[in-house]
C-alpha cells in the first residue's frame, strides 16, 4: 500500500474501531446517569443512589470477592502444578499438557457448568442420587449450587489460561539458580520460597490476575450454578435488574456496571505492567543454559494419573453427562434399566422446537458471517498495527485491545443503551455488531504474527513491477496470510457460536442464539433438551475448526504452487 494511502486506512481504522470499543463505554456511562432508556439524557444520581443504597449489594460484592479470589487462587495453583510437571518433571505422555491447555477453550462455558449441574445438584443430580439410591444416603451430600460449587467449576474454566502464562516462564527457568541454593546449605522450602517463587512471581501474578479478570467477568458459572441458590455476584446481579421484575432497569444496571468495568480495567492494566516487568526477572543469559529435568522416581506413576484425571474432567465427562442426559428419558443413575430406556426424544422435540431452530439459524449465521466481517476487519487493523510505524498505529492498536478488559454483560449495557436508539435495536445486526467489537482482539492477534512473518521487501517488489496495491495485496500478502486468516477466523467463528453474557443482554424475540436457548433450557430444568442443543453446540464449533483448518490447508498450497 502506498504511504499516501496508508494515513487515510489508519484514520478510518481508528474511527470504525473507537465506534466499537469507546461507543458502548461511553453509552454506559450517560446511561448510569440517565432514568431509562426511554429518557436518556434526562441525568439523574437516583440510579447510583438506588443501586449502591441497595441492602443487599453488600452480600453480592461479598459473595463476588470470595467467588473471584477463590477461583483464581484454584485456577493458579493447578496451572502452576501441571506447569511444574510438564516442564520440569519426566512425567510421561506430556501430549496431555497440550490437550488441557488448548481444548477446554473450545467447551462453552455454559455447557460445563450444565454438566457440573448435572452431576451434582441436589435434588436429582447424578452423583448424588448414586449416593442416596445405590449406597443409602439419607440425604445428598453435594450441592453444586453453592460457593463452593461456583469456586471449584470457575477454577477448572480458567485453568488452562493460567497455565499457558505459567508454562512458558518455567520452561525458562534456569535451575543452577536452586541448586545453587541447596550448595549453600538452603533446605528445599527455603530455596523453594527464596528463589523459586521470587523468580516466577511476575508470571504467578499474571497468571492470578488475568483469572481475576475472568472470573469477574464470567457469567455462564454464577447464572447455571449462582441464581439457582440464590447466591449472587456483580454480573448475575446486573443480570437481575434487566431480565426480572416487571420492567427492566438499565440505568441501574450501568451504574453497577461501571464500578465492575473500572476494576476490570484496572486489573488489566496491572497484568500489562507485571508482563512489561518480566524482563528483570530473566535467568537464561547464555547460549549454554540447558533445562534440568527432574525425575519423579515412584511417584510418576501417580503424578500421570492425577493428569489423567484433570483431563478427565475438564475435556471427556462434560461431553460425557451430556450424551447420557440427552438419551435418558429423566435423570437416572447410570444402570440396566436406564440403558433400557435410552432414546431420542429428547432430539427430536429439540428439532422440531421452532425457537431452538431459530436459535441454532441465528448462531449459524453469527458464526459464518460475522466470523468472516471479523476476519475481514482484523486483517486490515493487523496490517496497520504491524506495517505502519506511527503513533496513530499505536492508537488503533490500544483501541483495538481495550475490549479485552471488557465483562461481557457489562458491554452489553452499553450497547443496548447505543442501540435503543437506532433502527438495529432487537435486530440480529446489533448482535453481529457486538460481537465483532467484543472479539475483535481475537482475530487481530494471530493476523499481527503472521504480518510480522511478511517482509516489506514483497510489497515493494510487487509496487515496482507495477502491480497497484490491491493486486499486491490479493497476490502477495494474503496468500501468506493464510495461515493466520485461518487461526482468526476459527477463533471468532467458535467464540460467536458459544457466546453468552453478551448475548443476554442484547437477544429479543426473534434474535435468540444457541447459549441464550441453552440458559433458558437450565433456567426452566429441561437438562434434557439442553443436553441435546449443548451437544448441536459442540458439533457445530468441531466442524466449524475443521472446515476451516481443510480449508487453509488446500488454499495454501494452490497459491504457493501458482
Known amino acids: 500500500m502506498s504511504s499516501q494511502n496508508r494515513p487515510i486506512l489508519t484514520w478510518s481504522l481508528i474511527t470504525v474501531v473507537g465506534l466499537l470499543t469507546v461507543c458502548p463505554v461511553v453509552m454506559l456511562l450517560f446511561g448510569s446517569f440517565s432514568e431509562g432508556l426511554g429518557a436518556f439524557g434526562t441525568f439523574t444520581l437516583d440510579k447510583y443512589i438506588s443501586a449502591y443504597g441497595d ?195 438499565f440505568g441501574a444496571a450501568a451504574a453497577i456496571g461501571m464500578s465492575v468495568l473500572v476494576t476490570s480495567v484496572s486489573l488489566i492494566y496491572v497484568y500489562r505492567y507485571l508482563t512489561a516487568e518480566s524482563g528483570k526477572f530473566v535467568t537464561i543469559s547464555s547460549r549454554g543454559w540447558k533445562p534440568s529435568v527432574v525425575s519423579l522416581g515412584r511417584a510418576r506413576g501417580p503424578m500421570f494419573g492425577v493428569v489423567g484425571l484433570l483431563s478427565f474432567i475438564l475435556i471427556v465427562l462434560p461431553v460425557l453427562v451430556l450424551i447420557y442426559t440427552s438419551l435418558t428419558p429423566y435423570s437416572m443413575v447410570p444402570s440396566a434399566r436406564a440403558f433400557s430406556m435410552m432414546g431420542l426424544k429428547h432430539w427430536q422435540e429439540v428439532l422440531r422446537d421452532p425457537i431452538s431452530l431459530l436459535s441454532l439459524k441465528n448462531s449459524l449465521m453469527l458464526g459464518v458471517g460475522g466470523a468472516t466481517l471479523g476476519m475481514a476487519l482484523s486483517v486490515l487493523v493487523a496490517y496497520v498495527v504491524v506495517k505502519v510505524r506511527s503513533a496513530a498505529s499505536g492508537a488503533l492498536e490500544t483501541l483495538t485491545f481495550l475490549s479485552f478488559s471488557f465483562p461481557g454483560i457489562v458491554i452489553g449495557v452499553g450497547f443496548m443503551w447505543f442501540f435503543v436508539r437506532t433502527p438495529l435495536y432487537a435486530t440480529i445486526w446489533a448482535l453481529l455488531i457486538g460481537y465483532i467489537a467484543t472479539y475483535l482482539p481475537y482475530g487481530v492477534r494471530p493476523l499481527a504474527s503472521a504480518f510480522v512473518q511478511v517482509h516489506a521487501h514483497l510489497e515493494e517488489s510487487s509496487l ?99
Open 55 to 249: 441492602p443487599d449489594l453488600l452480600e453480592i460484592v461479598g459473595n463476588t470477592l470470595v467467588f473471584v479470589l477463590g477461583s483464581s487462587f484454584l485456577a493458579t495453583f493447578l496451572a502452576l502444578f501441571l506447569a511444574y510437571l510438564n516442564t520440569r518433571t519426566d512425567i510421561p505422555f506430556k501430549v496431555l499438557f497440550r490437550i488441557i491447555s488448548i481444548i477446554p477453550m473450545m467447551v462453552p462455558h455454559i455447557l460445563f457448568s450444565v454438566s457440573w449441574a448435572l452431576l451434582l445438584n441436589p435434588s436429582n443430580g447424578i452423583l448424588n442420587l448414586f449416593f442416596r439410591q445405590v449406597l443409602g444416603f439419607e440425604h445428598s451430600p453435594f450441592n453444586i449450587y453453592s460457593l463452593w460449587g461456583m469456586i471449584m467449576v470457575e477454577g477448572l474454566l480458567d485453568l488452562p489460561i493460567a497455565y499457558l502464562i505459567l508454562a512458558p516462564a518455567l520452561a525458562s527457568f534456569d535451575v543452577s539458580l536452586e541448586e545453587s541454593s541447596k550448595v549453600c546449605g538452603a533446605s528445599t522450602w527455603h530455596t523453594l520460597t527464596r528463589v523459586t517463587l521470587p523468580v516466577l512471581r511476575p508470571a504467578i501474578l499474571a497468571a492470578f490476575i488475568l483469572s481475576l479478570v475472568r472470573s469477574l467477568a464470567s457469567f455462564a458459572v454464577p447464572s447455571v450454578l449462582g441464581m439457582p441458590g440464590r447466591i449472587y455476584v456483580l454480573a448475575t446481579h446486573i443480570y437481575r435488574s434487566i431480565a426480572t421484575g416487571f420492567v427492566a432497569d
Open 464 to 562: 515496482v513491477c507495477g502491480a497497484g496495491p490491491v493486486t499486491t495485496m490479493r497476490r502477495i500478502v494474503i496468500p501468506l496470510l493464510v495461515p493466520g486468516m485461518v487461526s482468526a477466523w476459527i477463533l471468532m467463528a467458535t467464540m460467536f457460536v458459544r457466546e453468552l453474557t453478551l448475548s443476554v443482554v442484547l437477544s429479543r424475540p426473534g434474535t435468540e442464539v444457541l447459549a441464550v436457548q441453552i440458559l433458558r433450557f437450565a433456567e426452566d430444568g429441561l437438562w434434557g433438551k439442553l443436553s441435546a442443543l449443548g451437544l448441536i453446540m459442540i458439533a457445530i464449533s468441531t466442524s466449524l475448526v475443521i472446515l476451516a483448518t481443510l480449508v487453509g490447508a488446500r488454499f495454501k498450497p494452490a497459491e504457493e504452487g501458482g
